[in-house]
């Protein structure tokens, strides 16, 4: 019953944040920008300027406009790209895909590297894999991520050719943005498995799991770590959420065909529709990704089941 | 109760690492310390130590190398692909970050800590609504917004210390509030308002000492991801506008020289990445001495 009315109120908060997204681009692009601008040609006579705000109703009081937007929004009709051709939404849903694996890939590093190295350095503490692990930790959370894409790319695309330099092509391709991407999030992960770790090997029943027996491998794997991945667990949603965020930088830096890049351009193109329709799509998939990281961690740690929001 | 887990830990780790834990973290921080010195005195004298004109072009020196690489001593870091003297250049993108930093940090500052202590100590419904915008604001990418803003109101200084503002206060308020919320309920508060103390005086006296250390912190931490947010404006090509030497401006328009002109490129980004190295080892020195419980901030 709990559960059920808290994923009622989470998805309700979830459509109040794509609301307030989608009110912010509409003051952001009718008040200060001129949408019509960026359409017309030089040449263009005042006429068909007027032919234009009336076509696409911008000469109606912001009020009107703002509900026939709302009213249009809610039946997922956001308009058509003013520079590409079709529907804004077609247009997004067509690089969902690449975003998605690029954010999974991110995801895939940061976990792979931030724990075995957070679990490493809490065994060893003091031990030049520690020194290491800290040396990781503090690099991936100064390096601006396209600062780094770019050093990835003349090192590893330009100097010896083990990966493309942009492009989404094949596994290779995903190599590097992938890594660009997930180091800030693997220092996160590698500072919350340190932490966690050193905690959770001093408790009793760790004692006891050696006590009777077990090898030091299952004591670490079965009850240790299980129980330090309870805070990584708490941080996923926040580190999913940036990632996404992430993503659009390492885009832009990679050429990757992603909705981030796509929303770049379509911004500095003044591409409002697209760009509204994008801004909805990341919105969305970042507060959905909360919420599902939310419930998970609610079924795996029973103690907070109870807790409420 | 984690952060409080996490200071039991470092504080054991510190007494394992022996009585010179802390010498030996001054010696560390020695270094990043200079690097910030260095970078402030370089953008407040930038026309002292780099008297030339940033934007200079030597179409006859295009894409030199640095001194050390084979040029000349009369353009140290080498030059660009139209003939700016690199190192100029650097010196005075550190002004232009100098000045982005130095209004948005204590500006960011003073408004976010302002509706902090205005949510939590008078809540209501205005600070309810307050403080769910800072959670929509911090749940999305701020750079899709900041690049949004960027766009329609025009490449300037202005217009990006605009944005880096609107971008960063979010944080400050809902720290501020946090920790006001928990002052609250404190005993010397609960008294100082039992005693007749007016709410201007408690949050003079009584909240804002208590939290400043809270914003002194969060404001040096801020301070590495303001200049790499003013950068990565400029690589997207909405910061401050072209005639402006800036080195987010210089990494983006050296990549197509990547392969045969490495140091066109690299010098920003080196500047850059030393610059946000070394104030985020600051911080967290500075952090650790001040307010380890932020620790879990991240």
Not at chain 1, 97 to 111: E, N, S
């Amino acid at each position: 019953m709990q559960f059920a009315n808290l994923l009622l109120v989470r998805l309700l908060q979830t459509v109040v944040v794509i609301w307030v997204v989608v009110s912010i681009v509409f003051v952001v692009s009718r008040l200060i920008g001129n949408p019509e601008t960026s359409l017309m040609p030089w040449d263009a006579t005042n006429e068909d300027y007027e032919r234009i705000r009336e076509k696409l109703g911008l000469n109606d009081p912001l009020i009107v406009q703002y509900g026939k937007f709302l009213g249009d929004a809610v039946q997922g009709d956001l308009g058509f790209s003013y520079h590409r051709t079709g529907p804004a939404i077609d247009i997004v849903a067509d690089k969902v895909l690449g975003t998605v694996k690029l954010t999974a890939a991110g995801l895939i590093v940061a976990l792979g590297l931030g724990l075995p190295l957070g679990v490493l350095a809490a065994l060893r503490r003091g031990s030049p894999m520690d020194w290491l692990a800290r040396l990781v930790a503090v690099f991936g959370q100064a390096t601006p991520s396209f600062w780094l894409g770019l050093m990835l790319i003349f090192f590893l695309a330009t100097k010896v050719s083990w990966f493309p330099t942009a492009g989404a092509e094949g596994f290779r391709s995903l190599v590097l943005p992938a890594f660009a991407l997930g180091l800030l999030s693997a220092a996160g992960f590698m500072r919350l498995t340190r932490s966690g770790m050193i905690d959770v090997m001093n408790t009793d029943f760790i004692r006891t799991a050696r006590a009777k027996g077990l090898n030091e491998r299952t004591v670490i794997m079965r009850h240790g770590l299980r129980h330090a991945l309870i805070p990584v667990m708490t941080i996923l949603g926040i580190e999913l959420g940036r990632l996404i965020a992430g993503s659009v930088i390492i885009e832009v830096v990679f050429s990757w065909p992603g909705i981030g890049r796509l929303m770049i351009e379509s911004i500095l193109q003044s591409d409002y529709p697209t760009v509204q329709a994008g801004l909805v799509v990341i919105a969305a998939s970042i507060t959905l990704g909360n919420l599902i990281v939310d419930m998970t961690y609610r079924v795996i740690d029973p103690r907070i089941r109870m807790a409420a929001l | 109760m984690a952060a409080h887990a996490e200071a039991a830990i470092e504080i054991e780790a510190r007494r394992s690492w022996g009585r010179s834990y802390f010498t030996r973290r001054y010696l560390l921080v020695l270094p990043p310390m200079v690097i910030m010195v260095l970078f402030l005195i370089g953008g407040i004298f930038a026309d002292v130590i780099a008297p030339g004109d940033p934007g200079q072009t030597h179409l006859l020196s295009r894409l030199e190398a640095p001194v050390f690489s084979g040029g000349t001593s009369e353009f140290p870091l080498g030059t660009d692909h139209v003939g700016r003297d690199i190192w100029t250049r650097i010196v005075h993108g550190a002004r232009v970050s100098l000045i982005v930093v130095a209004i948005v940090v204590p500006g960011a500052a003073l408004f976010g800590t302002a509706v902090g202590m205005f949510a939590g100590w008078r809540g209501g419904i205005v600070g309810q609504l307050l403080m769910r915008y800072v959670d929509v604001q911090l749940a999305l990418p701020a750079i899709l917004f900041a690049v949004l803003l960027g766009a329609v109101l025009g490449a300037s200084l202005r217009n990006v210390i605009i944005i880096l503002l609107v971008w960063t206060w979010t944080v400050y308020a809902r720290l501020i509030r946090a920790e006001v919320l928990s002052l609250k309920e404190r005993e010397f508060v609960v008294a100082s308002l039992a005693a007749g103390g007016s709410n201007w005086w408690i949050m003079r006296k009584q909240l804002l000492p208590n939290v400043f250390n809270t914003i002194v912190v969060v404001m040096t931490l801020e301070i590495p991801i303001v200049i790499v947010a003013e950068a990565s404006l400029s690589f997207l090509g909405v910061g401050a506008p072209v005639e402006q030497a800036t080195w987010g401006r210089m990494i983006t328009e050296a990549r197509n020289y990547l392969t045969h002109a490495w140091w066109v490129m690299w010098m920003p980004g080196l500047a850059l990445m030393l610059v946000a190295l070394s104030g985020n080892l600051v911080g967290d020195w500075l952090r650790d001495l001040l307010d380890p419980r932020l620790r879990n901030l991240g």
